[in-house]
């Protein structure tokens, strides 16, 4: 069974940086065709994707957000994090994060999200 | 403004059939797979089919999907009252080097 849980603060003010982890089991990060994938959604609005890890260290950014996005992976930890420079409140929005299968070219399983909410 | 286009919100009354279109061009849609999504208010959304018909164990076979040229659908027969949600598409876009998602469409079946 794959599961995948997001964790970081509920809030930060703007201008910081944001760092988020997913921590998952279920599957290997070391594995061919394993990814993890991050999407948010803001209050009342669509699905936005964000970033993508492959098994291989291949990185996938969302270009409008790629300067302010890192994505690394701890395979021994089984841990993706995910930081986004300067915030800004527009940037509040629940933050998803999700298991990505090459041979399904989709999201398959999804982590209940996070809350991240941007004021001062 | 999203790269796929959703209607907004799409209705039908139980045991009816409902679709729910997605329509992109020819650097998404027309060159990659289209996957949808479930997702109710609260909760983590859920992958429940691709346009190549392959669902994930536990998705019943009244959903669907296909694809012609730079459209997607994605069907849902017998509707039940617990298929109300926000359903969206996505697929990558070998332009953008992005995955892209519909603005969603929300089901509701009354």
């Known amino acids: 069974q794959i599961t995948l849980k997001e964790s970081g603060p509920t809030q930060v003010r703007p201008t910081e940086t944001l760092t988020l982890t997913c921590s998952f089991s279920?599957?290997?990060?070391?594995?061919?065709?394993?990814?993890v994938g991050w999407i948010r959604q803001p209050p009342g609005k669509a699905l936005e994707w964000l970033a993508l890890?492959?098994?291989?260290?291949?990185?996938r950014y969302s270009p409008s957000l790629e300067t302010r996005l890192t994505i690394t992976k701890d395979t021994s930890k089984n841990r993706v994090v995910l930081t986004m420079t300067n915030m800004d409140p527009v940037d509040t929005a629940t933050y998803y994060c999700a298991h990505y299968n090459v041979y399904w070219a989709s999201y398959i399983w999804w982590g209940q999200g996070t809350l991240v909410t941007v004021s001062s | 403004q999203s790269v796929l286009t959703q209607p907004p919100s799409v209705s039908s009354a139980p045991g009816q059939k409902v679709t729910i279109s997605c329509s992109g061009s020819n650097s998404n849609i027309g060159k990659n797979y289209v996957s949808w999504y479930q997702h109710l208010p609260g909760t983590a959304p859920k992958f429940v089919i691709d346009?190549?018909?392959k669902r994930p164990s536990g998705i019943p076979d009244r959903f669907s999907a296909s694809k012609s040229g730079t459209s997607a659908t994605l069907g849902i027969t017998g509707l039940q009252i617990g298929d109300e949600a926000d359903y969206y598409c996505a697929t990558w876009d070998s332009s953008l080097n992005s995955w892209v998602f519909g603005g969603g469409t929300k089901l509701t079946v009354l």
């Open positions: 890890i492959y098994w291989d260290d291949d990185d």
């Open positions: 346009d190549k018909n």
């Open positions: 279920g599957f290997s990060l070391s594995t061919s065709g394993e990814g």
